[in-house]
């Protein structure tokens, strides 16, 4: 006799479906997951704790780092700055003004000059 015979349907010999087992194992794997997270994090946050209680002292070591250097025997010029870009709009804005401001000044001076004549005239300042 053939062990399979025609299309029988063949019972599970489990009491369980896949599905069940499945959903069964899935939370132990988010367990784990879960717990290797937290080991994960518990580390970092106790990296992070050391580091923060070091601060003081490592500021303290750089600091005295630097008091103990000797500085360069020729200094060399400073770096030139850069002139940040300005917009052509707010550089045209920028030279009306001065623009302006030139005019203004010619125009005040030129007043005080003429009031300074008409008074010269009456009063005879200058020969």
């Not at 062990?3 to 784990?32: C, D, M, Y």
């Not at 707010?90 to 030279?95: C, K, L, N, T, Y």
């Amino acid at each position: 006799m053939a062990l399979f015979s025609g299309n029988r349907k063949v019972r599970s010999r489990r009491p369980k479906t896949a599905k069940e087992i499945k959903q069964e194992l899935s939370p132990r794997r988010e367990t784990r997951h879960l717990a290797r997270r937290s080991d994960e994090v518990r580390s970092q946050i106790h990296r992070l704790e050391c580091l923060i209680t070091e601060a003081p002292r490592i500021e303290r070591q750089q600091r005295l780092a630097n008091i103990n250097m000797v500085p360069p025997m020729e200094l060399s010029s400073p770096a030139p700055r850069r002139q940040r870009r300005v917009p052509i709009a707010q550089e045209r804005a920028r030279r009306g003004a001065k623009l302006r401001m030139l005019t203004e000044g010619v125009f005040v001076i030129g007043a005080i000059a003429a009031v300074v004549g008409w008074l010269n005239q009456w009063f005879h300042f200058w020969n």
